[in-house]
């Protein structure tokens, strides 16, 4: 189901903007839901008030407050977009508000940091290449190398192979590109055999980094529809994830340790930055390593 909504702003600022990881100042949801319905999505929490998130809400006014909230701002940082719905779900194909805020970014000179599990964000290479003037850069979350269990715990996302073919256009065509690994799924994908592959595809690929996370987060809302999937495609493993932590937020994989190793040492044989080059200001428009 898909509804047109009006909304009040489109940019909010994180409180520990730029955020050390992603390097993002505002985050900018131009939907809210997503069909990509990945069964651990964190944007299920109650918390976020979100509702069903298969219905998809479209702000309709996004773009005009988008160029409203750009002009008013005297200080650049980068623009995220990714967080709690994917900026190139299904729906983006025929509304294409991403690719219409890109064009405000690009004739603001704004960095833009893309995150998403779909190809469609090769149909806005032309805008990517021009915004990369100043800083842009596309990650691509993938977290197992099977695109039969992709299907599996990303239901509506293109499989991870097609993830890594889009990769690679968005490489080729010299824009700054990697790998969001994570969330890692205790006893579906925390095994050494899927990091060591994924670094190893990344490089194929032509990521420049990889960013990896042992564990998922859990809170109220978001752990009992994964509990229902766990049990309709798993069955027996929610019980180890009961067992395992309870109603803990974070929950790592026991393996973690090794697993950073693996991640550590894969890396390190292909080239591959821990990493991401972020977008600072001052000095202007220069990169930093952090
Ligand atoms: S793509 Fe992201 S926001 Fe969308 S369902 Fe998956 S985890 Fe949630």
């Not at 003037?133 to 099977?146: E, G, L, N």
């Amino acid at each position: 189901m898909t509804e047109y909504i009006q909304s009040k702003t489109i940019l909010s600022r994180l409180n520990d903007a730029p955020d050390p990881y992603f390097g993002i100042t505002w985050n900018m949801n131009l939907y809210r839901g997503c069909q990509h319905q990945c069964i651990y999505c964190d944007s299920r929490s109650v918390v976020y008030r979100m509702g069903d998130l298969a219905h998809i809400r479209i702000k309709e006014n996004a773009i005009d407050l988008l160029d409203r909230e750009l002009r008013g701002k005297r200080k650049k940082g980068t623009i995220g977009t990714g967080s709690m719905n994917d900026p190139y779900m299904p729906v983006e194909k025929a509304e294409k508000l991403t690719r219409r805020a890109l064009e405000k970014i690009a004739a603001y000179r704004f960095p833009v940091h893309v995150l998403t599990k779909s190809d469609l964000v090769n149909r806005d290479t032309d805008l990517l290449k021009e915004i990369g003037k100043v800083y842009s850069a596309v990650s691509f979350t993938i977290t197992t190398c099977s695109d039969e269990l992709a299907r599996k715990i990303e239901p509506g996302a293109p499989v991870s192979s097609k993830r890594f073919a889009a990769l690679e256009k968005i490489a080729n065509s010299g824009i700054y590109t990697g790998i969001i690994l994570s969330p890692v799924l205790l006893f579906l994908t925390d095994k050494e055999e899927n990091i060591a592959e994924m670094v190893r595809k990344a490089s194929d690929a032509g990521a420049s980094y990889l960013l990896g996370w042992m564990g998922m987060t859990q809170r109220e809302g978001q752990r009992e529809y994964f509990y229902l999937q766990l049990d309709q495609h798993f069955p027996g493993i929610k019980e180890q994830y009961d067992k395992q932590f309870g109603l803990n937020y974070q929950c790592s994989s026991p393996r973690a340790l090794r697993l950073y190793q693996v991640l550590r040492e894969k890396c390190d044989q292909y080239g591959i930055a821990l990493k991401m080059r972020i977008y600072a200001e001052n000095p202007p428009d220069q990169l930093s390593l952090f």
